[in-house]
Every structure is written in C-alpha cells, then in structure tokens.
C-alpha cells in the first residue's frame, strides 16, 4: 500500500468514524436528533506525530462535512480542532452548524 492509499479517508459507518485507510488517523462522530434536528456531534480528532503536517485532520474534517451536507445533518463542534482551528480556516461550512433555538437557550 503506497503512502497516498494509506492517507485515503475512508467512513467507517459501524464506528462513526471517517478515518484514513490504515486506521492511524480518525475522526469519531455522533449522529443524534436534537430538538426535532439530525446532527453529526464530531467528538475527537486525531492524527498521530508521524503523520502530523500532512493535513489529514483538516482532510478528515472535510470528510466529515461533506457528508453531513449530503445527509442533512447539521454539526455539533465538540472537537476543539474542529471549533478552533479548522472553522477558522473553512468559515463556508459555518452554514451546516447547528444553531439552537434562541428562546430556549436564553431559558
């Protein structure tokens, strides 16, 4: 398996988890219905050191939007990379985050 087919993100549906093909780098996800709204809560992100710099957490998280765009799902940033550097960087996903309702928020 050359270097690229092993940096290949694949979904891993039985996991939620959108990973590159050998397994060393991953995102996981939950998919749940909050307040009546299909989400994809992206929990962690992790790429190890040796494959560090390569852009596979932002691959990853491109991955993962991509799909819930095309499955309607909106997302739930748990994962600090994803609210902290990756939206920064990709601010048109903003559109698919999923927003509470202001009233009861303010509850």
């Known amino acids: 398996m050359t270097e690229e087919e092993k940096n ?3 979904w891993n ?3 939620s988890k959108f990973e590159t093909e050998d397994k060393k780098a991953y995102l ?3 998919v749940r219905c909050n307040g009546g ?3 994809m809560d992206i929990t962690h ?3 190890p050191p ?3 710099g390569l852009g596979l957490a932002s691959h990853l998280c491109a991955a993962a ?3 819930a765009q095309h499955h309607s799902l909106s997302i739930i940033p748990s994962c600090s990379y994803v609210s902290d550097t990756f939206l920064p960087r990709n601010p048109t996903w903003n559109s698919i985050l999923y927003k509470e309702d202001v ?3 303010n509850m």
Do not use: G, M
Request: aromatic share 12%; net charge positive.
């Open 45 to 47: 992100t992790y790429v």
């Open 103 to 105: 009233k009861k928020s």
């Open 8 to 10: 290949k993100i694949v």
């Open 65 to 67: 939007f991509s799909h």
């Open 50 to 52: 040796t494959k560090r």
């Open 37 to 39: 709204v299909n989400v």
């Open 28 to 30: 996981e996800y939950e």
């Open 13 to 15: 549906e039985r996991e």
